[in-house]
C-alpha cells in the first residue's frame, strides 16, 4: 500500500461526498486507502458513505473527539507507506495523490509537504506559513487583524510575504487542510496530541517533524481545491469556532513558550474574547432592524 488518506469529518455530509469522489475519480497508478472517521455527525455523513461508497473504510465515533483524536483513530488502521491528511472541503482535479508519493519518494529528506491550494476561483490560498510566536499571539489575542485589516505587517510577515506560493519553499508550517508525511515519521514521533481539538495541529505536527530533522515543504507541483471555511467547526457557528480556536491556541502557547505565555494570552482573551462576542451581538441587532426597518 502506498498511501493511507485519512478524513476527519463532523456535519460536512454535502463537501465530504464531493471530495471522496473526486478522489476515486483522479487518483491513479498509486495503491491507496481511504479512512473516513465520522464524529458522531448529525447530517447522516456516515449513512452517505455506508450507501455510496463501501470501498471507503469508515469507521463511526460515539461522540465528537475533534480533529486530533479523530485522526489517531485512523492512524491505527493505516496500511500505506505514506499518510494524507485531507480534510473534507478538498476537491482533487487532477491526479494529485499520485504526484505527491512520488515526489516523496524522491525526497527522503522531507517529512511533511503540502501543495498548492486554489480557492473555488481558481486563485491561490495561503499555505506555507513560519511557526507562531510571541508577537503573532499577541496580535490574535488583542484581535489586531478585524482591527487593523489583513494587510499588516505582522501578518504578512507570517505568511512570508512577498512570497506568491507560485513556487516551491521549504517553510516551517503548511496548511493542515491536505498534506502528506511518511509513516517512518509517525513511528518516530507517535501519534498527534489530542490536547489539541481542530486547531493548531499542522503547527504542532511541523513542530515535532523538524525536530527530528526533517524540512517542511510547499510544492507546486500539483494543486488541489480547497473550500475553505465551509465545514468542520463552522457547523458549531462563528462563536462557537472562536473559542475553540482560542482554546487550541492557548494550548499551543502553553506547549512551546511556556505557562507564562500562556497566562498571559489567557488573561488577555477574558476581555476580548467577550467583547468581540458583544460586538458581533449588536452587528447582528442593528443589521436586523435595518432590514426590517
Known amino acids: 500500500m502506498d498511501v493511507s488518506i485519512i478524513i476527519v469529518n463532523y456535519n460536512s455530509k454535502e463537501l465530504l461526498k464531493e471530495s471522496i469522489s473526486s478522489l476515486l475519480k483522479y487518483t ?20 452517505m458513505i455506508e450507501e455510496n461508497f463501501p470501498q471507503v473504510i469508515l469507521i463511526k465515533s460515539e461522540k465528537n473527539l475533534g480533529l486530533f483524536a479523530g485522526r489517531n483513530l485512523a492512524l491505527k488502521h493505516v496500511k500505506g507507506r505514506y499518510i494524507l491528511n485531507s ?28 501543495p498548492q491550494l486554489l480557492n ?34 505582522v501578518r504578512l510577515r507570517h505568511h512570508y510575504y512577498p512570497w506568491d506560493r507560485t513556487t516551491d519553499k521549504e517553510c516551517d ?10 509513516k517512518s515519521v509517525l513511528e518516530k514521533i507517535g501519534y498527534y496530541d489530542e490536547n ?47 473559542l475553540v480556536y482560542f482554546n487550541d491556541l492557548l494550548y ?8 507564562i505565555a500562556y497566562l498571559m494570552f489567557k488573561f488577555i482573551s477574558w476581555f ?18 435595518i432590514f426590517n426597518a
Open 28 to 47: 491513479r497508478n498509486v495503491k491507496y486507502e481511504i479512512i473516513v472517521v465520522d464524529n458522531n455527525s448529525t447530517d447522516g455523513s456516515a449513512e
Open 87 to 114: 480534510a473534507p472541503d478538498i476537491l482533487l482535479i487532477e491526479n494529485s495523490i499520485y504526484e505527491m508519493v512520488k515526489f516523496m519518494d524522491e525526497h527522503p529528506e522531507i517529512g511533511m509537504m503540502g
Open 120 to 153: 473555488s476561483d481558481g486563485t491561490i490560498q495561503e499555505s506555507g506559513a513560519r511557526f507562531i510566536d510571541l508577537l503573532d499571539g499577541l496580535w490574535n489575542f488583542l484581535m489586531l487583524n478585524g482591527l487593523v485589516g489583513l494587510n499588516n505587517p
Open 173 to 182: 508550517v503548511v496548511s493542515g487542510s491536505f498534506y502528506i508525511f511518511p
Open 196 to 242: 489539541f481539538f481542530v486547531y493548531c495541529d499542522e503547527e504542532d505536527w511541523a513542530q515535532r517533524i523538524k525536530r527530528l530533522g526533517y524540512k517542511v515543504y510547499y510544492w507546486t507541483g500539483t494543486k488541489v481545491i480547497h473550500y475553505h471555511a465551509k465545514g468542520g467547526t463552522h457547523a458549531l457557528g462563528r462563536d462557537k469556532a472562536d
Open 252 to 259: 499551543y502557547y502553553k506547549k512551546y513558550y511556556g505557562i
Open 272 to 289: 476580548t474574547l467577550p467583547m468581540l462576542f458583544l460586538f458581533r451581538k449588536f452587528k447582528n441587532f442593528l443589521l436586523t432592524k
